[in-house]
């Protein structure tokens, strides 16, 4: 009897050996069976193939993965590498490079692979922080590229060429051109993407002639070379170019189809970029994350709510699981469109939260009237450890929120919090919150000192603080405050007809009838046109 009692869990370790990963409720049932039975520190290729599917699979689940990961020893070759691969496919790359120095750190070998994918995580830090504003020194990253550099030089894996593709890489998104191109030009092989890189590499620093003639040069085209092409036109705004280019391409892939419905939200033809996801739908190319993010940002800027649901719907059908990009795509669709409660639902059920995610909740609580929610959802954003540092968008819905509420001191607070803690300069949209906070509530002095002060923000932005001071002197009845906005506009861009409409007002009630009647003339004077009213009606 003990002998079989010893032999049945060897039985079932063995069918979870053999037996193919297709659900998370196996990874689960296989990690629980290895902690009941105390191997779970002895099964080195079983927490293998479990962290595999976790991190890999599209049914896996990159935070359990990351947890199972966090409980072993961390010093497997291949379970590490294994772990910046999934991090580098994420929207977390940063954790990726956080792997690898604790590989070097620890001393736990690195192969090829593993290069190959901490330089990969590198340009991806890179591409996120450009494309989030940040500046790169600020973590470090522009430094990492040239010390992996150096390690693969070392160790001879410098003739590898995913290794040699993915220096190209992580050089051309951190702007080093030249030292892409001596990678370029030393590899003894090169692939259609180490072209492809080289090419896309010139084309984002605006040097289209060496781009073209690459280009020119390159012995074998793909649709990646073309997708380039059609990419440099987005980028430009020229989306008729984009479109004569995306009409040529004999073959199109999900990448092409993006870009030209990326294209037509940059250039806000948002009804352009629905169209076009319909014709990708009926030409069957499937829609990937990159697709949805552009589509579901279309959504929210013209409150096509149905669209953006159906998209969730078919998500949770798939049981696909919602994070990063995607996750603060549709909180931000569904904020914007008022469905908070959507909203809340994806941003609960989200594990790993971007920046980003973060703002379009604060956001969509403070635009709404949801006050002490957004207040709340900032103190729980500070709480999370090493994950997301609030920056001015965040600060941006904070001040919202303390507007709309009538938290005076404490907008004062958060305004002067964000440039002593954070170190982020004001721009004119945090002057903005303030002086409708200052203005909204009595404030109107304090208002006018702080437009006064304003020396960072260009005149014709400074002229909507005016116009904003200007609207509460309506509502507070302070006329010699409003002829002081009204002169001050005067003097940065030629006036408006809802300028004058608007101190016209100001004088009426306070029955200035000299003074309604002086601004009429002067209006005829200089020949100000009166913009129409008119109704915007969507049939259905």
Same mark, same amino acid.
């Given at each position: 009897?003990?002998?079989?009692?010893?032999?049945?869990? !060897?039985?079932?370790?063995r069918?979870?050996?053999?037996?193919?990963?297709?659900?998370?409720?196996?990874?689960?049932?296989a990690?629980?069976?290895?902690?009941?039975?105390?191997?779970?520190?002895?099964?080195?290729?079983?927490l293998?193939?479990?962290?595999?599917?976790?991190? #890999?699979?599209?049914?896996?689940?990159?935070?359990?993965?990351?947890?199972?990961?966090?409980?072993?020893?961390?010093?497997?070759?291949?379970?590490?590498s294994?772990? $910046?691969?999934?991090?580098?496919?994420?929207?977390?790359?940063i954790?990726?490079?956080?792997?690898?120095?604790?590989? $070097?750190?620890?001393?736990?070998?690195?192969?090829?692979?593993?290069?190959?994918?901490?330089?990969?995580?590198?340009?991806?830090?890179?591409?996120?922080?450009?494309?989030?504003?940040?500046?790169?020194?600020?973590?470090?990253?522009?430094?990492?590229?040239?010390?992996?550099?150096?390690?693969?030089?070392?160790?001879?894996f410098?003739?590898?060429?995913?290794?040699?593709?993915?220096?190209?890489?992580?050089?051309?998104?951190?702007?080093? /051109?030249?030292?892409?191109?001596?990678?370029?030009?030393?590899?003894?092989?090169?692939?259609?993407?180490?072209?492809?890189?080289?090419?896309?590499?010139?084309?984002?620093?605006?040097?289209?002639?060496?781009?073209?003639? #690459?280009?020119?040069?390159?012995?074998?085209k793909?649709?990646?070379?073309?997708?380039?092409?059609?990419?440099? !036109?987005?980028?430009?705004?020229?989306i008729? =170019?984009?479109?004569?280019?995306?009409?040529?391409?004999?073959?199109?892939? =999900?990448?092409?189809?993006?870009?030209?419905?990326?294209g %037509?939200?940059?250039?806000?033809?948002?009804?352009?970029?629905?169209?076009?996801?319909?014709?990708?739908?009926?030409?069957?190319?499937?829609?990937?994350?990159v697709?949805?993010?552009?589509?579901?940002?279309?959504? &929210?800027?013209?409150?096509?709510?149905?669209?953006?649901?159906?998209? !969730?719907?078919?998500?949770?059908?798939?049981?696909?699981?919602?994070?990063?990009?995607?996750?603060?795509a549709?909180?931000?669709?569904?904020?914007?469109?008022?469905?908070?409660?959507?909203?809340?639902?994806?941003?609960?059920?989200?594990?790993?939260?971007?920046?980003?995610?973060?703002? &379009?909740?604060?956001?969509?609580?403070a635009?709404?009237?949801?006050?002490?929610?957004?207040?709340?959802?900032?103190?729980?954003?500070?709480?999370?450890?090493?994950?997301?540092?609030?920056?001015?968008?965040?600060?941006?819905? /904070? #001040?919202?929120?303390?507007?709309?509420?009538?938290?005076?001191?404490?907008?004062?607070? %958060?305004?002067? %919090?964000? $440039?002593?803690?954070?170190?982020?300069?004001?721009?004119?949209?945090?002057y903005?919150?303030?002086?409708?906070?200052?203005?909204?509530?009595?404030?109107?002095?304090?208002?006018?000192?702080?437009?006064?002060?304003?020396?960072?923000?260009?005149?014709?932005?400074?002229?909507?603080?005016?116009?904003? #001071?200007?609207?509460?002197?309506?509502?507070?009845?302070?006329v010699?405050l409003?002829?002081?906005?009204?002169?001050?506009? =005067?003097?940065?861009?030629?006036?408006?007809?809802?300028? %004058?409409?608007?101190?016209?007002?100001?004088?009426?009630?306070?029955?200035?009838?000299?003074? /309604?009647?002086?601004?009429?003339?002067?209006?005829?004077?200089?020949?100000?046109?009166?913009?129409?009213?008119?109704?915007?009606?969507?049939?259905?």
């Amino acid at each position: 009897m003990l002998s079989m009692n010893r032999t049945i869990p !060897h039985m079932l370790l063995r069918r979870h050996h053999l037996q193919p990963l297709t659900s998370m409720k196996q990874v689960e049932s296989a990690q629980a069976f290895l902690t009941k039975t105390g191997l779970f520190f002895t099964q080195q290729p079983l927490l293998a193939k479990l962290i595999a599917f976790a991190s #890999l699979s599209p049914l896996g689940c990159l935070s359990h993965a990351q947890s199972l990961f966090e409980e072993t020893a961390m010093d497997d070759p291949y379970i590490c590498s294994t772990m $910046i691969r999934a991090y580098t496919n994420s929207d977390f790359p940063i954790r990726g490079i956080h792997v690898y120095n604790h590989m $070097i750190i620890t001393g736990v070998g690195c192969d090829h692979f593993t290069y190959n994918f901490a330089l990969k995580a590198c340009a991806r830090v890179i591409k996120g922080m450009r494309r989030d504003d940040v500046e790169v020194f600020e973590l470090g990253i522009d430094c990492k590229g040239g010390e992996i550099h150096g390690r693969v030089l070392k160790l001879g894996f410098d003739s590898d060429l995913y290794v040699q593709n993915s220096l190209l890489f992580v050089y051309a998104q951190g702007g080093s /051109v030249g030292l892409a191109r001596k990678v370029f030009d030393e590899m003894s092989e090169r692939s259609v993407s180490s072209w492809n890189i080289m090419i896309s590499a010139y084309d984002h620093i605006g040097d289209f002639e060496s781009a073209d003639w #690459l280009l020119r040069l390159m012995p074998e085209k793909n649709v990646v070379s073309w997708n380039t092409l059609l990419g440099r !036109h987005v980028r430009l705004g020229d989306i008729e =170019a984009a479109k004569m280019v995306f009409g040529e391409m004999v073959e199109r892939d =999900a990448v092409s189809w993006n870009s030209m419905i990326a294209g %037509y939200v940059q250039v806000r033809d948002y009804g352009g970029a629905l169209e076009l996801f319909r014709e990708m739908q009926a030409a069957e190319v499937e829609a990937n994350e990159v697709t949805l993010i552009s589509v579901l940002g279309a959504c &929210a800027e013209t409150g096509e709510l149905e669209i953006g649901r159906k998209i !969730h719907e078919s998500l949770k059908g798939k049981q696909n699981r919602i994070g990063g990009y995607l996750g603060t795509a549709l909180v931000d669709m569904y904020s914007k469109c008022g469905k908070l409660s959507s909203a809340w639902e994806v941003f609960s059920g989200m594990k790993m939260r971007l920046v980003g995610c973060w703002n &379009a909740m604060i956001m969509g609580f403070a635009v709404h009237g949801h006050c002490e929610e957004a207040l709340k959802l900032f103190a729980d954003m500070e709480m999370q450890v090493c994950e997301v540092k609030p920056n001015r968008i965040t600060f941006v819905g /904070v #001040l919202i929120a303390c507007s709309h509420k009538g938290l005076v001191e404490e907008g004062r607070q %958060y305004f002067s %919090y964000m $440039i002593q803690k954070y170190k982020i300069v004001p721009d004119i949209k945090h002057y903005g919150c303030m002086v409708d906070l200052l203005s909204r509530w009595g404030l109107l002095d304090e208002a006018y000192q702080m437009i006064k002060a304003v020396k960072a923000v260009p005149s014709m932005a400074n002229s909507l603080l005016w116009r904003t #001071l200007l609207g509460a002197c309506k509502v507070h009845g302070n006329v010699e405050l409003a002829e002081q906005c009204f002169e001050q506009l =005067a003097k940065m861009e030629p006036l408006k007809d809802a300028d %004058y409409v608007l101190l016209s007002n100001i004088y009426a009630e306070a029955e200035k009838w000299d003074g /309604v009647q002086r601004l009429r003339n002067e209006m005829v004077c200089k020949g100000v046109p009166k913009s129409l009213g008119f109704s915007h009606v969507e049939m259905k």
